[in-house]
């Protein structure tokens, strides 16, 4: 099969938007004009042989409106407003050749050692004109695009950014549709795949690559580091029953903290609770709650409950900090690895158990009870080493790897299924938790039950 790959970066504008990248925003003060193509335009194909590869080239392809007519007209001006650009860029100009239409109008080009700039000039239809810069190696196409913007005097500009020669999985189903491959795989062979309609944000955080989808079939999609964080189908029955299943076996929780959750969602479930006084929540990426808020706007209003702290650091440095301190720690965080690795120490459990009073509760999110049994079986025994109730319960989440994951449930005191509906207000409208559901999750089957027994009497 034919391989290709295109990639709309939407990280500049990102940056922009952020405030982080206080050197582009100068050279380009109207950044925030800018938008993307959409990927429903694109008809990405690749192979799954064909593994990530940086960009090979640069293009911009570039709107100017509002151009000054003058200066569109002429046929000389255009070329040296081209050559002041591509000398801007730090580009070599190789050869020109530029058309001046009769009666107004130009078209040209330069062909450059790094490719090329184009450009159409349409001066009766409001000062467009059409631009194309293409280039490899190490030119600076922001400064041309900030050289042509001044001189032509454009009063506005729209720019889709490509990097070209890039190549990254994307696939392309039978019939022409891009599809979001789910990045893990255990089975090797048995992918959830799910159609797109847009990539609507690729951000590289200094963490982890953060993408927002539109799908044809579970809304929008967040997926961080090519693993399916949420989705608007069935967020609902990760975020209720990672939160309500130790708030109501907690009978009076006045102070919790989430660690990771940096998109809100748990943080929204928990809000209802209004019996309690303090929320922390902690994420080691501001740029999560950043990408995820434009596109969830109820998770991102659950940061303005007054009752809320947000702090961006690592979750296992942040907990050393607190003893005795917490009702409740919730653990929303992504896969064991990267930033989230220590998130599976035993350090970083003596440590949340440092962190919780005496009749504390902790769960963390804990993987796939089909795919992640040996892992789960660990972090079981890990937890019963520290805690005196431990338990396993488990959700269903149709996009997550194998359509559900667990939680492990460790209490100092109360038990995770014997007194609930402490809090029973906070339980109206919901989608998935009820108290029969929170009981059920902790039955297991037969196959992790075991693995569970034999892991708790195997010696370490
Ligand atoms: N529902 C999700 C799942 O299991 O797929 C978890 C979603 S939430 C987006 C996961 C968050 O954990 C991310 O925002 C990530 O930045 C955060 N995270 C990972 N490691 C962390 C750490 N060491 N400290 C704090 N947050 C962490």
Not at 338 to 351: D, H, I, S, T, W
Request: with cysteine; glycine share 6%.
């Amino acid at each position: 099969m034919a391989q290709f790959s295109v990639r709309i970066n939407a990280a500049v504008v990102y940056s922009f938007l952020l405030g982080l990248n206080a050197v582009l925003a100068d050279a380009l003060p109207h950044l925030q004009e800018h938008r993307l193509v959409s990927m429903e335009s694109i008809n990405l194909k690749a192979s799954e042989e064909f593994g990530d590869r940086d960009r090979l080239g640069h293009h911009l392809v570039i709107d100017l409106f509002g151009c000054n007519p003058e200066k569109m007209k002429q046929v000389a001006i255009v070329e040296d407003i081209l050559v002041a650009a591509a000398e801007a860029a730090k580009a070599t100009v190789v050869a020109k050749k530029f058309h001046q239409f009769n009666p107004i109008g130009v078209s040209g080009a330069l062909v450059l050692a790094e490719s090329h700039l184009t450009i159409h000039t349409w001066p009766e239809v409001d000062g467009y004109c059409a631009i194309d810069i293409f280039t490899c190696g190490p030119t600076d196409n922001f400064a041309a695009l900030k050289v042509m913007q001044e001189q032509f005097e454009a009063k506005g500009f729209v720019v889709v950014e490509i990097e070209r020669g890039k190549q990254r999985k994307a696939w392309s189903s039978d019939d022409g549709t891009t599809v979001f491959r789910e990045g893990l795989d255990p089975l090797g062979g048995f992918k959830t795949t799910i159609a797109t309609t847009a990539l609507l944000e690729d951000v590289q955080s200094g963490f982890q690559r953060i993408q927002m989808y539109n799908t044809k079939a579970v809304g929008k999609m967040l997926v961080i580091d090519d693993n399916i964080q949420l989705s608007e189908y069935d967020n609902a029955s990760y975020h209720e029953m990672i939160v309500h299943v130790p708030m109501q076996a907690h009978p009076n929780p006045r102070k919790v903290l989430i660690i990771g959750g940096g998109d809100g969602g748990a943080l929204l479930e928990l809000n209802k609770y209004k019996n309690v006084d303090e929320i922390v929540i902690c994420d080691i990426d501001a740029m999560v709650k950043a990408v995820t808020e434009k596109h969830f706007p109820a998770f991102a209003a659950a940061y303005n409950d007054p009752r809320v702290r947000t702090v961006f650091q690592d979750g296992t440095v942040l907990v050393a900090n607190f003893k005795n301190y917490f009702d409740v720690i919730i653990i929303d965080c992504t896969d064991f690895y990267g930033v989230a690795a220590a998130l599976a120490r035993k350090e970083f459990y003596n440590n949340i158990k440092e962190a919780l009073t005496d009749d504390g509760i902790m769960v963390i999110q804990a993987e796939s009870l089909y795919y992640d049994r040996e892992f789960i079986a660990s972090l079981h025994k890990q937890a019963q080493e520290l805690f005196p109730v431990v338990g396993y319960y488990h959700t269903l989440v149709p996009t997550y790897p194998s359509g559900t994951i667990g939680f492990i449930f460790g209490s100092k005191k109360y038990t995770p299924v014997e007194k609930l509906g402490n809090n029973p207000q906070s339980l109206d409208d919901l989608v998935y938790y009820t108290a029969e559901m929170h009981r059920a999750s902790f039955a297991m089957p037969a196959f992790l039950k075991k693995l569970i027994a034999a892991s708790a009497t195997a010696k370490a």
